[in-house]
């Protein structure tokens, strides 16, 4: 029987953000990086910490700004609307975002259940929020004010 490939990604630094976008296979337009947002039904997230509102079409910034590696000082985005749900619980509501690729941190590892997720989300400075989206990141018609 003939075996695979292995590919040994355990040199990569996926903590640098090129690294981690190329590895993740994100692609950067115009200085823009596409990601998610999981909100509530009025569009709201961070309750447990500083409250924000995310209005469609409106550019969203953070009031606690810090460009380090961990959790917290910055709004939070996944690459996916799937992985958004490991930080927001169901019923959610899922955002498009558009973030300038110069004020993104991509956060570090974690362990959740014994297994070690590697730089599963990241934060930024500001976004722009582009449109709501279903699970599958097909548009929908919102009805958000």
């Known amino acids: 029987m003939d075996g695979g490939v292995v590919i040994d990604v355990t040199k990569l630094d996926l903590t640098d953000t090129a690294t981690w976008l190329e590895y993740s296979g994100v692609e950067v337009v115009d ?3 596409t990601f998610y947002k999981a909100v509530d039904k009025d569009l709201r997230a961070g309750l447990r910490y500083i409250p924000t509102e995310y209005q469609i079409g409106s550019e969203v910034v953070a009031t606690d700004w ?3 590696k ?3 000082h910055g709004l939070h985005f996944s690459r996916s609307p799937h992985e958004t749900l490991m930080y927001h619980s169901l019923p959610a509501r899922f955002l498009e975002v558009t ?3 110069d004020d993104l941190v991509v956060l570090g590892d974690k362990i959740i259940d014994d297994l070690v997720v590697l730089g599963d989300k990241i934060k930024a400075k ?3 929020v582009v449109r709501e989206v279903d699970i599958h990141c097909r548009p929908i018609e919102s009805t958000a004010k």
Do not use: N
Request: charged share 35%; glycine share 14%; proline share 13%.
């Open 126 to 128: 500001s976004c722009r």
């Open 66 to 68: 810090r460009p380090d």
């Open 99 to 101: 973030v300038p690729i």
């Open 31 to 33: 200085g823009r990086v």
């Open 70 to 72: 961990e959790c917290g």
